[in-house]
């Protein structure tokens, strides 16, 4: 080994120090052996005799290494959106990003030296790591680059960024194996629940087509809006704001994996386990039972009702409140209505205590709330015989259902 060092500096001196036509006769060059030649560092001058560099002069010299391999995210500068802000978030997770230098500009030879660019550049090439959503060409979703996938909204930088990376930024955060069914819901429910309205909101779509009856000022894309500078501000410097920015989506981000993942990812095991058991419940089979209160139910239940094939829909559930008292709850039609599959009966609705216990004829009664979603009872067998009557009631008269 100690031969090839010898051979190296030999070479260097050659090519760089004997050459009468270079321009600098006495610059110094680096000679840096690994591990073969036991991290030895120096300086050759012009004789070819050796010299140890500096331990400043070495520092810089490493620096200016890790500066030539440093990948490079580029986005742009100016005013900052919450999409670019969160695909930079994304990338920054992985091992491959994760010191990335942000370049912001919107010079397109800086670009054209980064590694990566999302939110500027007018191209979406996934093979060159290109990902703006600008150009007039581009209409893309998720649904229209995965078919399996369900969701038309055009995408923005974030949404593009989570699409191709993803699997692999929440295997990265949760340690699951990219393949694994359960990174796949969780998958699935960050992007309808947290990504998509990003991208819906940067590219201009509303959430319905009439006006809406009220603005909602504090959702994650018009809080990032707000840590630009102001108009009238003698700054107008956004990198500070960027990082702020940056650190506020990542965080909310960060929070809202963790809940999905220890919260509402481990319901759905509850849901599907209570879906099986329903015809122990009531032979209908459309009444559930939990053990326990505060199971977040109404999406895995749909989801399983339709994975698992289920003929006649669920109406109600029933489940402990943190009083020891048992409730009885309506499924609604939907996600996000207040309509019911099945409403509690009418006659009941708005009633309390013994008069409802008198009304109904089920002892131990506590309330029936006054739009018919959800009743309280003191025992499980009351809630259960409250969900029986009403289904009784509904298939007798078929309108008690429309509500």
């Known amino acids: 080994m100690r031969r090839l060092c010898m051979l190296a500096a030999t070479l260097v001196r050659t090519k760089y120090f004997l050459n009468p036509n270079h321009s600098a006769p006495f610059a110094a060059r680096l000679l840096t052996s690994h591990d073969s030649c036991q991290r030895v560092t120096f300086h050759l001058d012009a004789t070819g005799r050796r010299r140890h560099m500096s331990s400043e002069a070495k520092k810089l010299r490493a620096e200016e290494t890790i500066m030539d391999t440093k990948k490079k995210i580029g986005t742009h500068n100016g005013t900052f959106h919450c999409d670019e802000v969160l695909a930079c978030f994304f990338l920054r997770q992985l091992a491959q990003y994760k010191d990335a230098e942000i370049v912001r500009t919107r010079d397109p030879t800086l670009l054209a030296d980064c590694d990566i660019v999302v939110d500027v550049g007018g191209e979406f090439d996934p093979k060159r790591h290109r990902y703006d959503h600008h150009q007039r060409t581009f209409a893309e979703t998720f649904h229209s680059l995965c078919p399996d996938k369900p969701w038309v909204t055009k995408l923005s930088s974030a949404g593009l960024v989570y699409l191709h990376f993803g699997h692999q930024l929440l295997a990265q955060l949760t340690q699951l194996k990219e393949d694994d069914k359960q990174l796949e819901v969780l998958y699935d429910k ?214």
């Not at 209505?337 to 609705?349: A, D």
């Not at 216990?357 to 025992?379: D, M, P, Q, W, Y």
């Open 190 to 403: 960050l992007y309808e629940n947290f990504v998509e309205e990003v991208d819906a909101v940067d590219n201009g779509i509303s959430q319905c087509d009439s006006e809406a009856r009220y603005a909602i000022s504090t959702m994650l894309s018009a809080r990032v809006s707000y840590l630009n500078p102001r108009w009238n501000s003698k700054s107008q410097d956004t990198e500070e704001g960027f990082k702020k920015a940056m650190a506020m989506v990542g965080q909310e981000f960060l929070d809202r994996l963790d809940f999905y993942k220890s919260s509402w990812l481990p319901a759905r095991q509850v849901v599907e386990e209570a879906v099986s058991e329903r015809h122990k419940v009531d032979p209908s089979g459309q009444v559930l039972v939990f053990s326990q209160g505060g199971c977040p139910w109404k999406e895995h239940l749909f989801a399983l009702e339709k994975q698992l094939q289920v003929e006649t829909p669920i109406k109600f559930v029933l489940y402990p409140d943190q009083n020891g008292q048992w409730r009885v709850q309506c499924v609604p039609a939907g996600l996000n209505t207040f309509q019911n599959r099945l409403s509690l009966l009418e006659e009941w609705r708005g009633v309390r205590d013994q008069d409802l216990s008198k009304l109904s004829g089920i002892e131990g009664c506590i309330f029936v709330h006054a739009s018919g979603f959800i009743g309280g009872n003191r025992t499980r067998e009351g809630v259960l015989e409250m969900a029986r009557r009403t289904l009784q009631a509904a298939a007798q008269s078929p309108a008690n259902g429309d509500s």
